[in-house]
Structure formats: C-alpha cells, structure tokens
C-alpha cells in the first residue's frame, strides 16, 4: 500500500486554479491581443507573451493546422504553462508545409509538379497518408519483412538501371535478425557497385542480410501507384497517384523538421510543470540516419531526438495527444528528467520508438557499449548505482494506445528503456511493431514496473526476441577474472550482481503474445526481475543467464517455462505458475546441478486429467519440482480469455493465486474503441510425450550436438549457420559451451559436414572455426581423428581379443566370429531390427596403446554394408560396464559401401601417427544404418598396437 500511495503522489498533477489565459487560431493574427475573440496566429508568439508575463498561463488552441518553421523550444522561463486544445477541438502541430502544385502528366501513370527551390523532404503526405519513395522491390502490404525484399537490390545488374542513384537509401536486416542498417547511397562506379555510407544503427556489427534487403529514393524505381520522387536538381516533384485519387484536390505536404516541441532544461534549472493536452502532433522527418550512438552492451544504438523532446524536466505532461506518422522517434525523454507523464495518448506508425527513457552513459559506472568489451575484476567499480542524477526517473507512461511503431527503423520498440530508474508503464495496449514491444536495454538502475498492459503481434519483422525483451549486460556480466559459477567466489560475490540493477523490475498483470519469439524474454544478464500475474498466449517465458528473478504465479497458455545457459548460482526462483507443457524447455548450457533456488508447486495443465499426478519431466530436468503435479488447471473460460481457475483447481492447492483477466491495455474509452485485442487462440492438447532425446556425435574426444530449436539463439547464429554444439569434453583449445562453425575454411551446420570434410581432407592440420560467447575465433588442431576406407585382405598384425560381449543379444552368428579373422558372406552376430543403441564390447586383457581399429562389414542384402557407429575406451582392470559416459570417445564413423562393393572396411586412428590412446577395453556403440531399423553385418574388428 505505500509503494501505492508513493507512486500515486508521484504522479499526480493539476492545473493551476489562477492563470492567465490567451488563446491561438491558424485564423487569428500576431498583431491581436490573445483573447478569445482576437487570438493569436501562432504558437510561438503565445509562447513568448506568456514567457514575458512571468507567471502560470494557460494557452488554448483552436482548431486547424499550425506549420511550424522551427521546433518550439521550452525552457525554465516557460514552467507552468498549459497549452490545451480548446473545447473538443482538435488543433494540429505539423513539422511539414503545405505545397502549391501545378500537377501534369509525366508518364506511365507518373505525375510531376515543381515545387519549391529549397524544397528537401524524405516523406510526403497526400490527404494526410504517408506515401511511399520509389523503391525496389515494390511496396507488398503483404510481406512480413519491410513489406517487401530482394537479395538482388543492390547488385551491379540492378544498379546498372540507375542513371544516378546518388541520394538514395539502402535498407537492410542484420545477418542474424538483430535488427536492421540503414545506408545513404553516394554514388555508383563505372562497373556498377554502388559507393554508400552507413550501417552504424545497429551495435552488433555483422553486416547486412544476404536477402532481406530493399532501396528507395532512386527515379528509375518509380512504378507502383503510392510512389513518389524529389528530383531537387530540377525542382520536380513525381509522384505516381493511386487509383481514385484526385489530385487536383488533394492536400500534398512535405515535411521539414526533425521536432515540434523541446522542451530542454538542467538538472539545477529545469523546466517545470509544462502540460500539453488534445493536440495531435505530425509531419518531422526520417532520422534513420542520425541513429549511431550505442548503448550499453545492447544491440542497440540511439538517436537523442524525437517529435517530442524532454530534457532536463520536472513534472512535465503529455497527454490526450496523438502523434501520427512522424519520421523517427515519437517521445524521447533524455537524460534527467523526473516525473515526466505520459498519458492517454495515441501514438501511430511512428519511423523510429513509440517512447524511449533513456539516460546518460556518464552516470553508469564501467559504462561498456560494444557486445565484445570486458573489463578486469580488478577494475570493477563496486559502489552501487548511479555516479550522478542525469538520467530519467519516476516517469509514467498510462493509458496509452502504441501500435505499428518501427515503420522505418526495426531495431526500435513502442517503449524503450535505457539507463533510467523507476518508469512505470501501466495500462497501455501495443502492438503492430517488428520488435519487442517494451525493450529494456540494461539494468541500470532497475525499479520499473510494467502492469496491466497488453502486446502482442510483436517481433514481425525481426527474430530472437519477445514481446518483452531486456538485456542485463551490465558491470558484473563476463568480468574478466571473476568466474560466478565458482562456489568460494559466489560466496563472496553474491552482492555483485546487483551492482546496477539496484531495485527490483516488476512484471505484473500483463497479457502478452508473441508468435515470431518468446512473449516475455530476459536476454543476456537480465537480473533482480519480479515477473507475476503474467498471462502469456503463446511464446512462452525465457530468462537467459543472469541472477536473482523470480517468476511466479503466471499463465503459460500453450507453451512453457525456457531456461537459457543459466549460471550455477542463478538463485532464480520459479514457482506456483500454470505450464501448457509437461517439460522445460531448456537451450545451451545449463548447469548439471540442481536449477535455481527454487522451482517447485508448479501445475502442468492437461485437460481431463482429473487425478493429479507428479510432473515427472519437470522434476527430471530441474533436479527440483518436487510438489509440481500435472492434472486439468480447471480453467473458467479459456475461449474468451479468462484463464482463472474455478475452485477445487489443483493449481489453488499449489498456491497459484487467480489474477484479473479483464484489466489489461487501454481503459479511456475513445482508445479502447480503437484498440485491437490479441488472437486468444485455441487451447491445445500439448503433446506430453518424453522431449525427444538428444542426437549426440563425437571428435577429437569431445561430445557434439548439433543445433535445434532455441539453441539457436542461446549461441547467438542463425539456423541457416547452424554448428556443432561442443557438449562435454575438453581439448586444450576447445571447451563446453563452443560451437564449431566450420573447418579449413568450409561450412559445418551438421555432423554430416564435418564427416564429409575429414574424409576429403588432404590437409596435415586441422583450422577449426568457433563461436565462443557470441564471438567468432580459429583454433588450429594437429592430431585428429583420421577415418579412411580399407580394402581386403585383413591385417594380420593385430592384436589378441580376449573375448567380445554384446547388449542386448545378437542374432544369426555367434559373437567370437567377429574375432576369428576370417570376412564372411553373412549377417554375422547381428543386432535385431529396430535396436537403436546395440553395444560391442571386447576386452584386450591388459591396457594397450592402441594404433589403428578396423571395423568390417559385409553388405548383406544391398544394404547392411554401410557402418554407423562410436567407439569408446576404457582402461577399467576390471568390466567397465555400459554405462558410455563413463568412457573415453575415440572417434564416430559413417561409412556406406561403394555400389558394387562386398566388404566395407573402415580404419580409425590419429592423423599424425600418435596413439588413439591406451584402453583395455573398447566398446563399439552401433546405430540402425536403413530407415526400417536394420543393423549392420559386422564381419570384424581389429586392433593394432602402437609399437
């Protein structure tokens, strides 16, 4: 109740009982008096009168449209001004002009007009629509990705089209999905490659999609209807009207500013209790290319500059307005401010952020920007929070209506969070954006608290993000000579983690939705979070590494609970939630020791599951969920949205807490009519069977896994990179948690690569492409596994098996066959159709160095021929069982017989001529080699000694 009543204090705000009152009309005149019946012509001229008086005015506007030569710039001189739009009436503020126009035909459907000398705009607007530059491929209302791409949009061969493509832009993805760039074409060579500046709005610098790529603002591209083109040489402007159009009447503006309104004060002279209220804001410019400044270890960059720009305020308001197709950011709230109000606004098709809080990396202690950057333990500033006050803090954004922001630039968010403290977000409904719906790009310096709002239809355009996102990347995280995941070291360092994110961030009474990503995702470091009373559709919950978050009584409808690489001492807490699924859904790295603090009382909901049963799968994954039960969540009425449970639920004996599921987005009436609702979707009959087991390969004596689902992202590469996930095991040079990318310079998304790779390598060292932490290195290897094809006859210098075991039982020929010397035409001690793990296991007799293994195999029937399996080592004095894990892996084969060929010999042994190693027992782990099940006919094994 007093954070309530704290907050409620915060944010309260009235107009002054006694002020002075002028009033403005695009009719009046600057020469009139301000009053009613002779108002002022301009807004700038009500300003200045107000300023002058030196006390509390209010200003009201009449209707119409009020260009502006210039941003209007507040400062402390004008605190306690109310600019309000009068009685119901709707005044515009426009950063644009209108033009006078002389329209002809051109061609083709084009129309052409002069315009202006001075005249330079990247956005025109016809009856108030925003239209389109001429670009290439052609606009598609239906393409999810910059509504329309080409691979070819930059090559010589469309270039070669271009008389001067100088002035235009290239817009292009990030390779992994990570956002976008954006490029200022300077010019075109005598072969057609085009000379461009730009790509710095992105701070993971990857280089741009080889297909997700499009451009505009080039003459010759001009032929769809929508189209336009400033040639600012001639004066001309072209534009090619859709059908319908009347454009001897239509209303054509361009615009000119980058802002309307700044208002721009200190931290010790700030602008206090300006309000603004009914004004609809319009027509600034694209600032796509000002977008460079990067921000804390996020993949993110800034531009410090919107429609709407607060600086150095106290008390300041916005509210009852709507910003409607501006260029680049819509609000951006700078550096300090305090208690800045956003509310019952709309805000629409914004280019850049709907709202951005973000503050000053001065104030941060070890402030680090590029992914890659680390700094040494001993380095670590340890004194908590913030140097200095200049950043944003206890600024509310309520009852506000955010919907198909990011129409230029992807790597933007209908509220973005960067470097501030205590910015609530209450009751708002977003939706309609190509990335998260709130993004949070750090943890500096927490306190936030997201509720009641409802996202969905999020990360449309980009990938590996939620409708929630955040990063955590702070000063604790991957501090070089401090390793967490050390017991003594947490013991004293558990304080270390918070360093930054100084109060907790609090997600509550949320709906959210997500169908291209998680709909709540904590991304690298992410920590001290609350996240409860959260209903989420369809994504699921993610929390990458990072420490100290509790998840707790939410409704994962359809989906689960998704831990990512996780430290050992994460001490997260996940209890008392609803589960659509039976298991966990983990990706890279997760520790083998029991998960968290604490996971358990969760519910896996199972429709018609009347008699509660243990969450086996949970249990097994986490070492923990030991009163988690599955059975039927007894959901009131899931088809309309209501996820409460009736009484008698099993959830409410776990402790689940029913939340409201009336509450969520806009609540002012004239936006909710507007507002759109998620897709609540179907309730699904998830599928409960036992998550399927993993594949698992093995080189140079370490355990691979190639990469699935969510994998992807927790190693940071696309799914068309893939890579070999190292598992277990350890080289000198290669560890767990690397992915192999390539060898000798050559792609390997699948172990089938790396196979392929060896069998032709001719090469007497191995180059070994990793991704280690996201970062790409080489590592070189000069003994390997060699795997080659052997003819008959066998050898004959090997050594003495002393006997051969087998799991489970073979058929056909006795086992010692495979000892015997001796090829044979037949199936030979064979495993049954359809065992998929047999296991050989011969013994030596003692502890050899072994040379060379050479497996054969006869192709019995067309198709036994082909060898598909790993062996292991031990060097046990005694049965060293079945148990693999236990074991030393030697190296995997996949081997098919040459068309024609009887015996299939195969030869195992280091590259450089060393010793595979010395083992007295080896186990050859077999697989299936024909879709039906059939296994292979092995006619021999033999082993040679390394003398």
């Given at each position: ?260 309104i700044e208002i721009r004060g200190t931290e010790k002279r700030p602008v206090r209790d300006i309000r603004f209220k009914g004004f609809k ?524 075991t087998t799991k489970p039982g073979t058929k056909n020929e006795p086992s010692n066959t495979l000892i015997d010397g001796k090829l044979a ?123």
């Amino acid at each position: 109740m007093k954070h309530l009543l704290l907050i409620a204090f915060l944010f309260t705000y009235s107009s002054p009982l006694t002020a002075e009152t002028f009033y403005v009309s695009p009719k009046g005149s600057d020469a009139a008096d301000g009053s009613e019946v002779r108002p002022f012509a301009s807004l700038k001229k009500a300003q200045m009168v107000a300023r002058q008086l030196g006390k509390t005015s209010k200003i009201l506007v009449r209707e119409g449209t009020f260009y502006l030569p210039e941003p209007l710039v507040f400062t402390a001189e004008d605190s306690g001004t109310t600019w309000e739009a009068y009685a119901n009436e709707l005044p515009v503020i426009s950063g644009g002009l209108r033009l006078e126009t002389a329209w002809k035909p051109y061609k083709d459907g084009i129309f052409q007009t002069p315009v202006p000398a001075d005249l330079t705009t990247d956005q025109l607007f016809v009856n108030g629509v925003c239209q389109r530059m001429a670009r290439y491929p052609n606009f598609d209302p239906n393409e999810r990705i910059f509504n329309g791409f080409a691979a070819d949009s930059i090559s010589p061969a469309r270039a070669a089209r271009w008389a001067d493509p100088t002035g235009g832009f290239i817009h292009a993805m990030h390779r992994h999905m990570w956002g976008d760039y954006h490029y200022r074409i300077l010019g075109k060579n005598a072969n057609n490659t085009l000379n461009y500046e730009g790509g710095w709005q992105n701070n993971r610098q990857m280089g741009m999609h080889e297909n997700y790529r499009f451009v505009e603002n080039i003459f010759e591209e001009l032929d769809a209807p929508g189209e336009w083109f400033l040639n600012e040489k001639t004066n001309t402007l072209y534009f090619y009207p859709p059908p319908g159009l009347d454009l001897a009447k239509a209303r054509v503006e361009a615009v000119r500013l980058k802002s309307l309104i700044e208002i721009r004060g200190t931290e010790k002279r700030p602008v206090r209790d300006i309000r603004f209220k009914g004004f609809k804001f319009c027509h600034t410019a694209r600032t796509f290319m000002a977008n460079r400044e990067p921000l804390l270890r996020s993949d993110w960059t800034t531009y410090r500059g919107g429609a709407i720009f607060f600086e150095g305020t106290e008390n300041c308001v916005l509210e009852d307005c709507t910003l409607d197709q501006v260029g680049g950011n819509a609000i951006f709230v700078n550096k300090y401010n305090r208690r800045v109000v956003v509310k019952g606004c709309e805000i629409v098709q914004a280019g850049g952020n709907g709202i951005a809080f973000v503050g000053d990396p001065q104030a941060v202690r070890n402030p680090l920007f590029e992914y890659n950057q680390r700094i040494s333990v001993s380095n670590l500033d340890r004194t908590p929070g913030p140097l200095n006050n200049n950043y944003p803090k206890n600024c509310l954004v309520e009852d506000s209506l955010i919907h198909e922001t990011g129409r230029v630039e992807k790597q933007t968010a209908p509220i973005q969070i960067a470097m501030a403290s205590h910015i609530t977000v209450r009751h708002c409904s977003i939706y309609d954006v190509p990335r998260a719906g709130i993004n949070i790009g750090d943890g500096c310096w927490g306190g936030h608290v997201i509720e009641y709002c409802d996202i969905f239809d999020t990360v449309k355009e980009t990938g590996d993000h939620g409708s929630f996102n955040s990063w955590g990347r702070d000063r604790y995280w991957e501090v070089q000579g401090l390793n967490l995941n050390d017991d003594k070291i947490w013991d004293r360092e558990k304080q270390t983690p918070l360093l930054d994110t100084i109060d907790p961030i609090e997600l509550r009474n949320n709906r959210w939705r997500c169908d291209h990503g998680w709909d709540i995702d904590l991304d690298d470091g992410s920590s001290n979070y609350r996240i409860y009373n959260n209903l989420c559709l369809n994504g699921g919950l993610k929390n990458r590494e990072g420490f100290y978050r509790t998840v707790e009584n939410n409704v994962i409808v359809n989906n689960g609970f998704h831990p990512h690489v996780w430290y050992k001492h994460s001490q997260d807490i996940v209890r008392k939630n609803i589960f659509g699924v039976d298991h966990y859904l983990p990706a890279g790295g997760m520790p083998p020791t029991p998960w968290g603090a604490e996971m358990d009382y969760n519910l896996v909901h199972r429709e018609g599951l009347k008699a509660p049963r243990p969450a086996v799968q949970l249990s097994k994954a986490s070492q923990r969920d030991l009163h988690s039960l599955e059975a039927d969540a007894l959901f009131v009425d899931p088809t309309r949205g209501d996820f409460r449970v009736r009484d008698g639920s099993p959830a409410l004996q776990l402790g689940f807490v029913n939340f409201p599921m009336d509450r969520f987005g806009v609540e002012k009436e004239s936006l909710k009519k507007k507002a759109r609702t998620p897709d609540l979707g179907k309730l699904k009959n998830a599928d409960f069977s036992a998550p399927k087991a993993a594949k698992f390969h093995y080189f140079l004596g370490l355990k691979l896994k190639e990469l699935e689902g969510e994998e992807f992202s927790a190693y940071g590469v696309t799914q068309k990179a893939g890579g070999l996930a190292v598992i277990d095991g350890k080289t000198v040079d290669i560890a767990p948690g690397d992915l192999i990318q390539s060898i000798n310079a050559k792609p390997v998304k699948h172990f089938a690569d790396l196979v392929k790779i060896l069998q032709e390598n001719q090469a007497k060292t191995l180059e070994l492409g990793l991704v280690r932490k996201q970062k790409n290195l080489t590592v070189r290897i000069a003994s390997f596994e060699s795997i080659t094809r052997v003819n008959p006859p066998l050898s004959v210098s090997t050594v003495r098996i002393e006997s051969i075991t087998t799991k489970p039982g073979t058929k056909n020929e006795p086992s010692n066959t495979l000892i015997d010397g001796k090829l044979a035409e037949n199936y030979g001690p064979v495993f049954e159709n359809g065992i998929r793990s047999g296991i050989y296991k011969v013994e030596l007799g003692r502890a050899i160095a072994i040379a060379e293994i050479q497996t054969w195999t006869f192709n019995q029937n067309g198709n036994r021929g082909a060898q598909k399996f790993v062996i292991f080592g031990s060097n046990s004095p005694t049965d060293p069982g079945w148990e693999l894990n236990k074991m030393t892996p030697l190296g995997e084969v996949e081997l098919s017989p040459n068309p024609g060929e009887k015996f299939l010999g195969s030869s195992l042994k280091k590259s450089d001529g060393s010793a595979l190693g010395k083992f007295r027992w080896l186990l050859w782990a077999v697989e299936p080699v024909t879709n039906s099940g059939e296994n292979s006919a092995f006619q021999e094994f033999q082993i040679i000694e390394k003398k």
